[in-house]
């Protein structure tokens, strides 16, 4: 059995979406001083590896906290969308989407991680590929970018009305290039919050 993180690490020195808060994190216990060790963060919820639910952009929508754990674990499927400026309609056909169907949408932009470009120039995704995975009735969809658009986040919200979980800022999508079957386990922390910091791995079948 095989197991591929699909997460960054969580660190003081990741990238924030522009006018975000910096992430904080520091030791504030050690062993050699008070016997144990301990750690305080602050952050958002939209730093990092993590998943966006529907009381992101769904006025009266669920909490992550309120979404099925079934609805985090399934069947995935590769999108290998390398080399295009826009996810279109196109990436979708030349695969089999079954119904309840994890997507990860493989752009190779999670190389910029860090670089001043990632969250400025990164592939958007199209309505018509959006409405394509809705059509085939998806349970998540995954991206190696800081999300399917920019503002005013009009395929966010195309998703989330569904309750179409947005997994963003993957990483190590194309370690999945080539691999016939595979499960995803996308398990953010339960927080009361519109999205949550998550682990993602992906299980060889």
């Known amino acids: 059995m095989h197991y ?9 020195r990741m990238p924030v979406y522009p006018g975000d808060a910096v992430p904080q994190l520091q030791q504030i216990a050690n062993i050699e001083k008070d016997k144990f060790a301990d750690h305080e963060v602050r952050t958002g919820m939209h730093v990092g590896t993590h998943i966006d639910g529907p ?8 909490k992550l906290s309120e979404i099925p754990i079934e609805r985090l674990i399934g069947q995935d499927i590769l999108i290998d969308a390398r080399g295009k400026a826009v996810i279109d309609e196109t990436v979708a056909s030349v695969v089999k989407i079954s119904q309840g169907s994890i997507v990860l949408c493989l752009t190779g932009w999670s190389e910029k991680f860090g670089a001043p470009e990632y969250y400025t120039d990164f592939p958007r995704m199209t309505r018509g590929c959006a409405l ?10 995954g991206l ?29 999508l194309n370690a999945l ?20 910091p998550t682990r993602v791995i992906a299980r060889v079948i």
Request: aromatic share 10%.
């Open 132 to 141: 394509s995975f809705i059509d085939h009735g998806v349970k998540m969809v």
């Open 177 to 196: 290039l080539g691999v016939e079957a595979f499960e995803v386990y996308a398990l953010p922390a339960k927080f009361e919050t519109d999205s949550a």
């Open 4 to 12: 591929i993180d699909l997460t960054h690490t969580f660190t003081t």
């Open 144 to 172: 190696d970018t800081p999300g399917p658009d920019d503002s005013p986040f009009p395929i966010h919200k195309l998703f989330l009305e569904k309750e179409i979980l947005l997994i963003e800022n993957l990483t190590h």
């Open 55 to 62: 009381m992101h952009m769904v006025k009266g929508g669920r």
